[in-house]
């Protein structure tokens, strides 16, 4: 028998979160503020890539610059806690890329974005690349300054993973179903997974992918209005 007892849930205005209060987030708000009119005076479109480690971020990003580079004049910024790989894996399809490293945050905010503009001229880029840190909680309560943010999960996250992490689908542009070859041998339902999104996020565009083989990716620069 199950032993199911009802969840416990915070009443409005208890605060069980000590290391994100209000003012923390005001203050990140207004620098996405700063950062988003930057990028517009350039020109720049500038996308916030999001989603668990190994849901495939760095591997769309590397199909999008792929896809793109002969339209529009890219760089990438891609956040991780301490290694550069994954920027060098990006940087290999010949876009200026610059590491962000976190130490022991779980995620980018808009200051560190803002250091980064310093590192490139905006005024040479068409089109940027952000990868935010891998972890579907924390780059929610995080906007910064992109005038678009995607969400990847792939299917070997499980049949749950939207449900369970609803608020960083609320303001995503577009929802990216990663690995759906795999999709059968997981024993997941990559429709109830679109469903998912889509009640949670009526506007949210959501593209199934495999990003591996490229499936998909053309779809996702349509989704993004590139």
């Known amino acids: ?23 923390l987030l005001k203050v990140n708000e207004e620098l996405a503020a700063k950062n988003r009119e930057l990028l517009r005076k ?9 989603g668990a480690i190994g849901s495939g971020k760095t591997t769309l990003i590397e199909k999008l610059v792929q896809a793109l580079k002969g339209k529009y004049r890219i760089a990438a910024f891609k956040g991780d806690l301490t290694t550069t790989i994954d ?8 876009v200026e890329v ?16 803002r250091k980064a503009f310093k590192r490139i001229n905006l005024a040479e880029i068409d089109l ?10 924390c780059p929610a309560d995080f906007p910064l300054g992109s005038e ?19 608020f960083i689908f609320m303001r995503a542009d577009v929802a990216v179903i990663n690995k759906k070859d795999l999709a059968q041998a997981m024993g997941v339902d990559v ?27 053309i779809e996702v620069v349509c989704a993004l209005g590139l």
């Open 1 to 23: 028998m199950t032993r199911l007892k009802e969840a416990v849930k915070a009443e409005e205005g208890e605060i069980y979160d000590i290391e994100l209060d209000a003012d």
């Open 191 to 217: 429709k109830k997974l679109e469903t998912d999104v889509k009640e949670i996020n009526p506007n949210a565009k959501v593209v199934a992918t495999n990003c591996r083989s490229g499936e998909g990716v």
């Open 128 to 137: 940027l690349f952000i990868e935010n840190v891998g972890n579907l909680i």
């Open 98 to 113: 610059v590491p962000i490293n976190t130490g022991k945050e779980c995620h980018l905010d808009a200051n560190l974005v």
């Open 148 to 166: 678009k943010r995607i969400v990847v999960v792939s299917v070997t996250e499980g049949p749950y993973m939207v449900v369970k992490h609803p």
């Open 42 to 50: 350039h020109n720049v479109t500038a996308i916030d890539v999001m």
């Open 87 to 94: 920027a060098g894996l990006i940087g290999k399809h010949g």
